[in-house]
């Protein structure tokens, strides 16, 4: 079981940059996709898991995972509206726009 957290450790070091450049595409096409319509958003905030927690992720469930690719949150955004009528507004343009996995979402 080990071996299989150093493999997916590696995989996240040696992908990082391009999670970071896909969180980076998604900031600026949500961005874009607000100014499009009208709606002012506070704040959105992305992030990269970290490779402590991926760690601890892993460890926490019992190895399950085989690869990278098996973990469904390594990237994640945040989105803060000012006001809660926004919130369906965006998710609707946010299912639009992307292919969605609400299942782990």
């Not at 499009?36 to 506070?42: M, S």
């Not at 019992?62 to 919130?87: A, E, P």
């Amino acid at each position: 079981m080990e071996k299989n957290l150093k493999e997916i450790l590696s995989q996240f070091d040696s992908t990082k940059n391009n999670y970071e450049r896909l969180l980076e595409y998604i900031e600026a096409t949500i961005k874009s996709l607000m100014e499009n319509e009208k709606i002012q958003i506070h704040e959105i905030k992305g992030r990269i898991k970290d490779k402590e927690s991926l760690s601890k992720k892993i460890e926490t469930k019992d190895y399950k995972y085989s690869s990278l690719s098996d973990i469904t949150d390594i990237c994640g955004i945040r989105i803060i509206t000012y006001f809660s009528d926004d919130v369906d507004k965006i998710a609707s343009l946010l299912e639009e726009e992307f292919d969605l996995d609400k299942e782990n979402s």
